[in-house]
Antibody
Framework: QVQLQESGPGLVKPSETLSLTCTVS????????WSWIRQPPGKGLEWIGYIYYSGSTNYNPSLKSRVTISVDTSKNQFSLKLSSVTAADTAVYYC????????????????????WGRGTLVTVSS | QSVLTQPPSVSGAPGQRVTISCTGSSSNIGAGYDVHWYQHLPGTAPKLLIYGNSNRPSGVPDRFSGSKSGTSASLAITGLQAEDEADYYCQSYDGSLSGSIFGGGTKLTVL
């Protein structure tokens, strides 16, 4: 069965770049959308963005200026870079597989996450 | 502050039925976008519980059901069990944001 595993530094200094990688095992990264989602301590989930296996991306407008998501199909991995981090970026970061489908009218495209990693805590502190 | 509004907590005794509401707006649920639900136990991977308002993935018990009306959606859990104690999140798509949005989460306590 397909599993996702996040990896990367657990501590990042303010103003530096947060870098995480998600490894997909038990299946191919091809033909799917792959996302990053985060949860600050005591708060709700926030979608960061997604990448299609072909490389096209879509980011949350509130983070767009600082986010880059990339994919390496040869390694079955995709990655997140978040620049100029502050304490507000401290969160558990999850990677997930995202599905999309059109409603019966064929007009509205819906999205949901069918597989998630266990998450990794990243703390921004000097 | 989350775009979708959920009650912070709900509780029920074993065997009882509880519902969790999820309220959105005219740019997401009210615009016709579907609602999806996740169960999350801290320290584990969130689990898809309901997709497309009312569909259960394989392996999810039929004690869990979802519905949607207008700008709101609901998750119902019948025959509560101790193992259902977890955080539950709703999620939809927002046409103004052009991306996915979540509720703030609801902590279910089984008394």
């Amino acid at each position: 069965q397909v599993q996702l595993q996040e990896s990367g530094p657990g501590l990042v200094k303010p103003s530096e770049t947060l870098s995480l990688t998600c490894t997909v095992s038990g299946g191919s990264i091809s033909s799917y959308y792959w996302s990053w989602i985060r949860q600050p301590p005591g708060k709700g989930l926030e979608w960061i963005g997604y990448i299609y296996y072909s490389g096209s991306t879509n980011y949350n407008p509130s983070l767009k200026s600082r986010v880059t998501i990339s994919v390496d199909t040869s390694k079955n991995q995709f990655s997140l870079k978040l620049s100029s981090v502050t304490a507000a970026d401290t969160a558990v970061y999850y990677c997930a597989r995202e599905h999309n489908y059109y409603d019966s009218s064929g007009y509205k495209q819906n999205w949901y996450f069918d597989l998630w990693g266990r998450g990794t805590l990243v703390t921004v502190s000097s | 502050q989350s775009v979708l509004t959920q009650p912070p907590s709900v509780s029920g005794a074993p065997g009882q039925r509880v519902t969790i509401s999820c309220t959105g707006s005219s740019s997401n649920i009210g615009a016709g976008y579907d609602v999806h639900w996740y169960q999350h136990l801290p320290g584990t991977a969130p689990k898809l519980l309901i997709y497309g308002n009312s569909n259960r993935p394989s392996g999810v018990p039929d004690r869990f059901s979802g519905s949607k009306s207008g700008t709101s959606a609901s998750l119902a859990i019948t025959g509560l069990q101790a193992e259902d104690e977890a955080d539950y999140y709703c999620q939809s798509y927002d046409g103004s944001l052009s991306g996915s949005i979540f509720g703030g989460g609801t902590k279910l306590t089984v008394l």
